[in-house]
T-cell receptor, first 111, second 113 residues
Framework: AQKITQTQPGMFVQEKEAVTLDCTYDTSDQSYGLFWYKQPSSGEMIFLIY??????QNATEGRYSLNFQKARKSANLVISASQLGDSAMYFCAPDLEKLTFGTGTRLTIIP | EAGVTQFPSHSVIEKGQTVTLRCDPI?????LYWYRRVMGKEIKFLLHFVKESKQDESGMPNNRFLAERTGGTYSTLKVQPAELEDSGVYFC???????????FGPGTRLTVT
């Protein structure tokens, strides 16, 4: 079974600092994209960013950017200039045969 | 445009009872997915519909779970009979195409006592 690892179960970051959330995974698939989702305390899953399998440039979406390194099987999410509203659970999800979620990282932004 | 909706938002039932969860995808989205997050564990895929057909139901935990998608519109997930370990949050998601991002519903929190 494919394994998705988010090594940081919890992180505390000062407001306005940048934060990098790690994600590594194990797969023999060659063609797959990767999603990051955010789950605030209210519980809904919010799409943040996606990069396709053959996209050469790392995806960016506002303050979110993806450092997708397929050869290393890693896809870190970088949030620049963190805000209090960024406090949430963050899930990495490679789009393998099915969307497969990591265990999540709980990010807390400190004022 | 309305997002994915799920009903109920929270359900508390006793072990052995039956519960039916409903998901209304975004209009026009052929793909509909069910996931669940059991307490303390990661979000797991349950199954995937393309229109009314089950494309992949490899994540369904056992035959107490039955999913349907009548007419390719809304979907229901029935748990019968419910067990304690079924407690968790059940998410539904939809997408217009398999390769597109999945839009998630708010989830249904199921508590089995």
């Amino acid at each position: 079974a494919q394994k998705i690892t988010q090594t940081q179960p919890g992180m505390f970051v000062q407001e306005k600092e940048a934060v990098t959330l790690d994600c590594t995974y194990d797969t023999s698939d060659q063609s797959y994209g990767l999603f990051w989702y955010k789950q605030p305390s209210s519980g809904e899953m919010i799409f943040l960013i996606y990069q396709g399998s053959y996209d050469e440039q790392n995806a960016t979406e506002g303050r979110y950017s993806l450092n997708f390194q397929k050869a290393r099987k890693s896809a870190n999410l970088v949030i620049s200039a963190s805000q209090l509203g960024d406090s949430a659970m963050y899930f990495c999800a490679p789009d393998l045969e099915k969307l497969t979620f990591g265990t999540g990282t709980r990010l807390t932004i400190i004022p | 445009e309305a997002g994915v909706t799920q009903f109920p938002s929270h359900s508390v039932i006793e072990k052995g009872q039956t519960v039916t969860l409903r998901c209304d995808p975004i209009s026009g989205h052929d793909n509909l997915y069910w996931y669940r997050r059991v307490m303390g564990k990661e979000i797991k895929f349950l199954l995937h519909f393309v229109k009314e057909s089950k494309q992949d139901e490899s994540g369904m935990p056992n035959n107490r779970f039955l999913a349907e998608r009548t007419g390719g519109t809304y979907s229901t997930l029935k748990v019968q009979p419910a067990e304690l370990e079924d407690s968790g949050v059940y998410f539904c998601a939809s997408s217009p195409d398999r390769a597109y991002e999945q839009y998630f519903g708010p989830g249904t929190r199921l508590t089995v006592t």
